[in-house]
């Protein structure tokens, strides 16, 4: 059975600092990784998708890797800014489901 | 394009009458999703919807649960006699299939939440 964890499961840093967030699971038969951003009491918002044949992704200031083997992924997001405050989801997929599993967040606070 | 859409956002309810959530897809989307999250966890999967087939479901979608896709467009999320630990929010995702050299891809790319519905049952 697949678990997805994610550690810490709270962070608070102050702004322009770099972090790293990060997402564990269980079985590395994935078909894709994707992390999500969730602001209070709203739905979720993708962020960046990686397919287990890559390695990692950009978008901006944040940035995903992937290594499949030891069932780890990492988003790394470059000089904070206090908007970047919410929760943070990674979610894994395997092939032939429509089924994402996630972990359970990590709540970052920045503080300006 | 106005991403997927929920309807009603918020449902206050009593204990043992139904309720009925609507999703509205991304319109070039065939793939549509339920999921359910209570405070402090991440979502956890309900079912989910290729076209108008339902293709997967939970265990934790009981008897008194309920979703259709009668057209392959919008959804229907219904909850017979509710209880209190239906409490949660019901967020609803929606996804396409991608044509990858000349196959299509089981289960592919990016899946896109809406803002989801909070029920309360009191």
């Known amino acids: 059975k697949q678990e997805v964890t994610q550690i810490p499961a709270a962070l608070s840093v102050p702004e322009g600092e770099n972090l790293v967030l990060n997402c564990s699971f269980t079985?590395?038969?994935?078909?894709?990784l994707q992390w999500f951003r969730q602001d209070p009491g709203k739905g979720l918002t993708s962020l960046l998708l990686?397919?287990?044949?890559?390695r990692e992704q950009t978008s901006g200031r944040l940035n995903a890797s992937l290594d499949k083997s030891s069932g780890r992924s990492t988003l790394y997001i470059a000089a904070s800014q206090p908007g970047d405050s919410a929760t943070y989801l990674c979610?894994?997929?395997?092939?032939?489901?429509?089924?994402?599993?996630f972990g359970q967040g990590t709540t970052l606070q920045v503080k300006p | 394009d106005t991403g997927v859409s929920q309807d009603p956002r918020h449902k206050i309810t009593k204990r043992g009458q139904n309720v009925t959530f609507r999703c509205d897809p991304i319109?070039?989307?065939?793939?549509l999703y339920w999921y359910r999250q209570t405070l402090g966890q991440g979502p956890e999967f309900l079912t989910y919807?290729?076209?108008?087939?339902?293709?997967?479901k939970s265990r934790l979608l009981s008897d008194r649960f309920s979703a259709e896709r009668p057209k392959g467009s919008f959804s229907t999320l219904e909850i017979q006699r509710t209880e209190q630990g239906d409490s949660a929010m019901y967020l609803c995702?929606?996804?396409?299939?991608?044509?990858?050299?000349?196959?299509?891809?089981?289960?592919?790319?990016?899946?896109?939440f809406g803002e989801g519905s909070w029920l309360t049952v009191v």
């Open positions: 995702a929606s996804s396409s299939r991608r044509v990858d050299r000349g196959h299509f891809e089981s289960s592919g790319n990016t899946i896109y």
């Open positions: 079985d590395s038969a994935i078909y894709n």
């Open positions: 990686i397919q287990s044949s890559q």
């Open positions: 979610a894994v997929r395997r092939h032939n489901t429509g089924k994402l599993i």
């Open positions: 319109s070039e989307h065939n793939r």
């Open positions: 919807f290729q076209n108008e087939a339902q293709l997967e």
